[in-house]
Each structure stands twice: as C-alpha cells, then as structure tokens.
C-alpha cells in the first residue's frame, strides 16, 4: 500500500482566518494514483486546527463569533506573561488562540472510495488559523490501494 506525503502551505490574515482546504487536497489526491484509502491532514501548529463543516460565509462568521466568546482575547492569560517567558522580540500574546485550537482539532482523517474524497454533500474541510496572519503548513499523508491493485 502506497503511502504518499505532501505539504500545503497557506498564507492567512490577521486574527482568526478559516480556509477552505478541500480544493487543494482534491487537486493533491488528484495527483495521485489512490483509488481507495484515505487522507490525513495534519496541522503542524499549536495555533492552528482543523474541522470538517459547511463552508458557507454566514456560518463562518458565527464560528469565529463563538471562538472568541468562548475564549476572549481580553481574557487574563499566565502564558501572556511574556517578561517571564524566554521569547522572541516579536512574541504575540496569544494564549486565546492556543485555548481555541485545544477546542478544536489538529487533524482529520477522510475516506477516499473511488479516486475522490468522500466527503458528505455539504462538507468541507476547513483549516484555522487562530493567530495569523502568518505562513502555515498542513500535512497531507495520502494512502491506500491504487486502482490496479484490485
């Protein structure tokens, strides 16, 4: 069983940016020759996580609504103690968007059946950037069975 690994990198903007990744990880399996298995995607940062939704903007809007009320930036963090943390210079305060993420997930896994994700009719799959903006990495492991191997 073939196993194949790939990176998708995503520019996002400041605050909280949800992207629809499913267009790329179609075109990624795309080049590809798994007929049946499965895609794992992986979020390389602890700011950022990943969920299978709808897309669609109104509803997007309402999950940074609840991000933010769930875990208020405003909020008093002991990791925003930044003077008694060795940090960089340009070290956020960012303790929110770690708390966001920890609510969320870093990873999705999605069957492949016939060479195309199997994805439900209004699904896809959404990448969060609690933190940006920022240059991020997504992990994309492809396995299973080629259509010749049937």
């Not at 629809?20 to 798994?34: D, M």
């Not at 992990?139 to 259509?147: K, L, M, P, T, W």
Request: charged share 25%; hydrophobic share 40%.
């Amino acid at each position: 069983m073939p196993i194949l690994n790939k990176f998708l990198e995503i520019e996002t903007e400041p605050g909280i940016t949800i992207c629809n990744v499913t267009p790329h990880i179609e075109q990624l399996l795309a080049t590809t020759s798994i007929h049946n298995g499965q895609v794992l995607i992986f979020s390389r940062h602890t700011t950022t996580a990943l969920a299978i939704n709808e897309n669609e903007e109104r509803l997007l809007e309402d999950i940074k609504v609840y991000l933010r009320k769930l875990v208020p930036e405003s909020d008093r963090y002991l990791h925003n103690d930044l003077h008694l943390r060795d940090v960089p210079d340009d070290e956020p305060m960012n303790a929110h968007s770690h708390l966001m993420a920890m609510t969320l997930s870093t990873s999705e896994v999605i069957p492949v059946v016939d060479g195309k994700l199997a994805l439900g009719t209004w699904q896809s799959v959404l990448f969060f950037d609690l933190d940006g903006p920022r240059k991020r990495t997504l992990f994309v492991q492809i396995s299973g069975e080629r259509e010749s191997e049937f």
